[in-house]
């Protein structure tokens, strides 16, 4: 195997006028996928700091809404940007449904058991995707946006990661907005608060936890439709992000969207910065490494309290 | 306390038993699998189940064990046994290291750091070449026709019978270290850290030292587990030995067995290891994942139906011996701190 030696690494030679230009390139990459783990977060932490559950399968409504966006393509011909709203939808019935299913039993066990149902879900979930549409990577290769580049001076962006970049910022604000302004989002911010207070307020907690858990579906569908214009479909494609999702969320604070949005960024930054100074290999090292730093500031993330 | 001893000689006399009752190798595979995770359950219950940290990382522990074993016979042609001791003292020392920053946090955000610091060894391991990196390595074999004492040294056997003994006799060591523990000053310290940080701080005691031990030991144990689970499988690569499914199948075990209970971790793991065993060999050979689809529906329905753990139900049996088991039912700091 190669591998990079330290001395070819950009660390060490002098930044020329193009090197500025490449990190530039690198930074704008970074903060656009940072905005799609800022919204994949969102959903994660909402149902983090309302029910207080790590959901492992997060990642996995991701692989779902992916191969829903690569279906609706290969079958009906619809782009992934229109198939958006029908991604979106879909995982917010399975978020309920999962809710109804399985968490409403065990969310008041002792310690760690919603966790492990969440993770058999997980395991359910990725296999079965395994076992109806095989192990190969699948590709939506000529949607509406895949393949178009924008070009801002020296920098090519392309143009799947700048609409999945402001379709994730309008969506996060607009989950923001929801939380912060509506009755429905007012009473998920109480029953985070205090769940007996808030079903003694005559807040109906369960439809607030069903509702929850099929926003953060919505989140994360909405997030799938977008990555699968430019990121390959298998079923282990979601794993990654949630983990990647985990560590975005700790390091904003559960249950905070805004920790969650620049926990996403600095992880974006962080990947693609990383993984050019110190070779691709290490871009998650690196990640999890700045998660450890954070936390040694601020032991709560940067937002919690 | 002595109907304990009682249980745990049962326990260890069934396991003690079934090679001699049947040779299937199926069945004996399940049974050292069976041992290597329940003893790894026990190292995670010191540290969880006793003192309350969740730990999602306990695979780094288990993979430096295999690691160190593996290379230091691969490279050094040095019997593991020197592997196995060395290798949990790296364990115990990266342990140490990563305790140091990570016992500062609280509930989830202790979790998350171990799972990172997990994720970090693991990408140290996928491209360091001096341990072969992504490929793995398999183990050299010995000569087919050497004699017991020499396959005694170099841990490798052609049947599987001496792994179960060497496994039982190393679970025995554990539970036994294990309810000593429990039921020591030190145990005492931990449960107190476990129910309040602040309140076991004002009594005088000193909860970082205190965590610190158990992760210690429990790294040093996790370690020889994985030195012998490398051994028995003669072939180890990062992606396998430091991933996730392994953090998480001994949460597993353990939380559905009965956390906080020496008896726990071996309840979890006689279900869950013959269980997904049984679907691998039925079902595994097709590579369609059918078997872990099923594992996992498995694993939602234990959990919907059951979610106090198997000990929930030996205890909902047993309610009136249930005083004599206050052993602690495990209940693990999980809250954010909100």
Known sequence: MKYRRAEDSPLFTKLKGEEHMIIAQIIANGILMGFIYALVSVGLTLIWGVMDIINFAHGEFLMISMYTAFWMFSLFAMDPLIALPICTILIFVIGVLTYLGIIRRVINAPGLTALLATFGLSMFLKNLAQFLWTPNFRYINNSMVSGKTIEL????????????????????????????????????????LNKNTALLMGINTKKIYAITFGLSGACVGAAGALMATFFPIYPASGALYSVLAFVSVAMGGFGNIKGALFGGLIIGLAEALGGYMLGTQFKYAIVFLIYLIVIQVRPKGLFGW | MVKNKKILFIIIAILALIPIITRTKAVLNAIILLLIFATLGEAWNIITGFAGQTSFGHAAFFGIGAYTSTIVFYRYNITPWVGLILGG????????IMSYPCFKLKGHYFAVATLAVAEIIKQIFVSWDYVEGATGISLPIIQRSSGFAKRLFYLQFNEKIPWVYICLVLFTAVILLCSYLENSKMGYYLKAIRESHEVAESIGINPTNYKLYAMLISAFISAICGSMYAQYILYIDPFMIFSLDISMKIVLLTVLGGVGNVFGPIIGASIFI????????????????????????LIILITCYQPKGVIGIVQKLTEKSKKTNVGGEGKIEATSGN
């Open chain 1, 153 to 192: 001076g020296s920098i090519v962006i392309g143009v799947s990661q700048v609409v999945a970049a402001v379709a994730s910022i309008i969506l996060t604000v607009a989950v923001m907005l929801f939380i912060d302004r509506t009755r429905t989002g007012k009473a998920i911010q109480a029953t985070a």
């Open chain 2, 89 to 96: 003292i790296i364990a115990a020392v990266v342990a140490a």
């Open chain 2, 274 to 297: 013959p269980l997904s065993e049984f679907t691998r060999i039925k079902l595994g050979g097709s590579g369609t994942g059918v078997d872990l689809m099923i594992y996992g529906l």
